[in-house]
């Protein structure tokens, strides 16, 4: 339900469980909706590649070892949105791809929480 030109209310703040990917429909645009803790991410469902659709993928985060040899750490739990067809990785932070950031991206849109509701701007 559209708010205002830009905003349109998504559902209520406590219907998004963090750490798992939603689709919403944004003014007849597949989006994925993402809630990390007290955050919401928000990205067209729609992988640069070859098309997949994001939200069929998983959400990870990423491993990292300060040296060789040591024990590897998650970083970012939940940021990451694997690509089910090909494993392409989208920052659901950025949109950006985290093989080539500077070149490859999805759209993304803002996130606002107002009144328990959550709200998706399209700009
Ligand atoms: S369609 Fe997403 S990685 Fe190929």
């Known amino acids: 339900m559209p708010v205002s030109s830009q905003n349109h209310d998504v559902g209520q703040v406590d219907a998004f469980e963090s750490g798992r990917p939603y689709v919403v429909c944004v003014a007849?645009?597949?989006?994925?909706?993402?809630?990390?803790?007290?955050?919401?991410?928000?990205?067209?469902?729609?992988?640069?590649?070859?098309?997949?659709?994001?939200?069929?993928?998983?959400?990870?985060?990423?491993?990292s070892a300060s040296r060789p040899g040591e024990q590897p750490e998650l970083l970012r739990k939940d940021e990451f949105l694997v690509c089910p067809w090909h494993g392409w990785k989208i920052d659901v932070r950025t949109g950006c791809s985290s093989l080539e950031p500077d070149c490859?991206?999805?759209?993304?849109?803002?996130?606002?929480?107002?009144?328990?509701?959550?709200?998706?701007?399209?700009?």
């Open 104 to 123: 490859i991206r999805v759209r993304r849109y803002g996130v606002h929480i107002e009144g328990g509701r959550v709200l998706v701007a399209l700009s």
């Open 28 to 63: 007849g645009r597949d989006v994925v909706l993402v809630r990390r803790g007290n955050e919401f991410f928000a990205i067209r469902d729609v992988c640069p590649h070859h098309g997949a659709k994001l939200s069929d993928g998983l959400l990870t985060g990423e491993v």
